[in-house]
């Protein structure tokens, strides 16, 4: 009894602990304002740019997504590249050093005419990109249309606006300011060509499954460098563009269909003769690599 009376005030306060622990809990989890309610509604950072690739349960269940089995076995064929000598590759290495380190995002672009054929070839070759278990979950979309172009810039700088204003903060819109940059996307109009990249959440296939499209993010992700690199090789200049809050509006006005999600904007043409860009300097080598 001596013991059970000791005890028995050091198990009250455990209690009142566990007790006061859920009450606050649950006042946190009901205590979600109006407001709270619209922000989430409306998110800052766009949740069609999560990367939802893994098999889920709900997947497994579902009886729209294919069988991994219902595919043919691939056959594999000889490869093999050119083999260069040490001095080539070395000069290769830094001519094409060279070609990238010209790259710079441009606000300024020309509206004169860019052959059809040689955008379609920079896709062509941003198609050649690596992706989880080769799946391609990538959708580009050429918008050369003036009208639809405008409709675009419309949205975009609705929504941009909005970041500015409300979403971003200002310590961000501070950083923004030495690079000039804001909500008017007068580029959106100008560019001969809109580039709008979308992933495929996942695939359907002929006979109506689903497929799943593995780290489908990172896949386009990789794509949208090469098309980079493309375009700056044949002299063509862009503005990466993450158009926050507009995926699901462009998806809809593109007519594309729900499996896929905006991840890119990319305003495609000539420099302007008057172009200019703000002086950065890149981090050296030893500030980018390690050794091992």
Known sequence: MALLSILTPA???????????????SQETTSTSPAQTSAESRPWVDQDLQDDTEITAKEDEDGDWADSNEEED???????????S?????????????????????????????PREVIDNVIRTAGTSPSGAH?????????????MKHQI??????????????????????????????WIKEYLDVAPYLILIFKQTYGILPNGKKKTHYYNEISVSISCGILLAALQNVGL????????????????????????KLL??????????????????????????VHV
Request: aromatic fraction near 8%.
């Open 237 to 260: 200049v862009t503005v990466t563009s993450t158009p926050l809050n507009c995926g699901p509006r462009l998806r809809l006005l593109l007519k594309r269909p729900t499996n896929e």
């Open 153 to 182: 810039r419309l949205l975009v700088e609705e929504e941009e606006e909005m970041n500015y204003r409300q979403r971003m903060g200002d310590k961000w819109v501070q950083d923004l300011a030495k690079i000039r940059t804001n």
């Open 135 to 147: 799946t391609e979950p990538w959708t580009f979309v050429v918008v050369s249309d003036a009208e």
């Open 74 to 84: 691939l056959p594999h064929v000889p490869f093999s590249l050119p083999r260069y």
């Open 11 to 25: 198990l009250v306060v455990v209690l009142c602990l566990v007790i006061g622990f859920m009450l606050f809990k």
């Open 264 to 289: 890119l904007l990319l305003p495609v043409g000539y420099p302007a003769s008057d172009a200019s860009v703000p002086d950065l300097k890149r981090k050296p080598l030893d500030g980018i690599i």
């Open 86 to 114: 040490e001095e080539t590759i070395l000069n290769r290495s830094k001519d094409f050093y060279n070609l990238m380190n010209q790259r710079r995002s441009v606000r300024f672009i020309s509206p004169e005419s860019v």
